[in-house]
């Protein structure tokens, strides 16, 4: 009994090794210096657009590391587990994917390096198709995620396979939703469901992690700018809606990403690098996500490096108790998904994630979807949850974790921007 006791706690504290828990709440009206540098876009659309090109490479030179110069991605099989999962509703796939990734400018000398995932797959059967889909990076293997007959159990643990104790810890202290969604509610709404656990290709660990990044971007000449775990993560997003892309049934006008914490990150990074990304739900993102790294009232670049340096590039280090030295921030990464919309999810007492850097970060990357025609954030305080916006910030009482809160607001936004009556 001891024994179990102490691996609960264990496994608690791991998962929650980059939160910290705190009875502090967030104001809820923006607090501090201003994002820096400001977004001045006052030149010609295309000298703007060339902002967003040096945005790209300024991101990934000093926080993220650098994507593939090429990507390929192949559906190696695709097989039906259940044409009538939820009564009918829904018909559940597994599909095998197979993503290659090539570093080096000059083509000849390229080195190619593969890997290949499961992708769980829930289609909306009840409704005329094309329908959007929700592409989720989960912390859970798959077959937890989508706990349904059929779906194959990943070979890597993950510690959330028990349906005792210790699930029901990481359901109390993490939110009803932590592990599986509201997959009903989603599938009655009317969205897809494209799910993956991407530590089957890029373990979240220091050791394994730094291994498969190492050996995923074999061919990269610089080991100071290599890309890490959130830029891979990223990545993946982008060869998943990929595959998508391919698949009649999907809406090509309505790939979504969605990701929590560290998955909210890579979201993020994901649609700031591939166009073809529709929207965006970034939820708790944090540090080296929505909220800046200028005056972060949560976690610091520094704490983050120090429990997490696998997730960036080695030269993000050096701004470590430097912030003002960084040239980007990432208002600049969230001005990269103009004008594309964006919800950014948060919640009052998860201060280590920094809701009011989030909050300044969407205020200032406003301006990005201005050249659009468009609006970008339509609130002055944290808690006006405008759906309907360009940019969503979402804030709800609570900590860090996905309650059930958070889905009916997502799904507020969702129907809001790609429902059967979202607006044109």
Known sequence: MFRGGFLVLALVFA?????????????????????????????????NLQQFDDFRTAIQENIYGY???????????????????FSGKAQLEEWRIEVEASFGKDSSLRQSNKAQFNLVVLIPTELKQPVPVIMMQTFCPSHVVIPLPGVSQSKS?????????RSKIIAYVFGRYIATPPLQEIIDQGFAIAAMYPSEVFPD?????????????????DDN???????????????????????????KAGTIAYGHSRYGKSALL?????????GVISHQSGTGGASLSRGNLGETIAKIIKSYPYWFAK??????????????????????????????????RDVWSDPNGAFRAAQAASS?????????????????????????????????GVTKEDWPAFLEFLQAHFGREAKP
């Open 15 to 47: 998962i929650s090794a980059c939160v910290e828990t705190t009875i502090t709440k967030a104001k809820l009206v923006p607090m501090g210096e201003a994002a820096q540098p400001v977004l001045q876009f006052d030149g010609g659309f295309s000298q």
């Open 67 to 85: 994507l593939p110069d090429s990507s390929k991605v192949q559906v190696l099989s695709k097989k039906v587990l259940d044409k009538s999962a």
């Open 157 to 165: 643990w993950s510690g959330c396979e028990s349906k005792g104790l």
């Open 205 to 221: 660990s220091s050791e394994h992690g730094r291994a498969a990044l190492q050996t995923m971007s074999s061919g990269h000449g």
């Open 225 to 251: 700018t290599r890309w890490g775990n959130i830029a891979a993560w990223g990545w993946l997003y982008t060869q998943v809606r990929g595959a998508l892309d391919h698949d009649v049934r999907f809406d």
């Open 270 to 278: 994901a649609a700031a690098f591939d166009s073809e990304i529709d």
């Open 315 to 348: 030269k993000f280090a050096y701004y470590a108790n430097n912030e003002k030295l960084l040239p980007v921030d990432q208002h600049q990464l969230l001005a990269l998904i103009a004008p594309r919309p964006l919800l950014l999810g948060n919640a009052r």
């Open 368 to 400: 990005a979807w201005g050249l659009f025609g468009q609006t970008g954030l339509q609130q002055e305080k944290l808690n006006e949850f405008k759906p309907n916006a360009d940019i969503a910030f979402w804030i709800r009482p609570g900590t860090h």
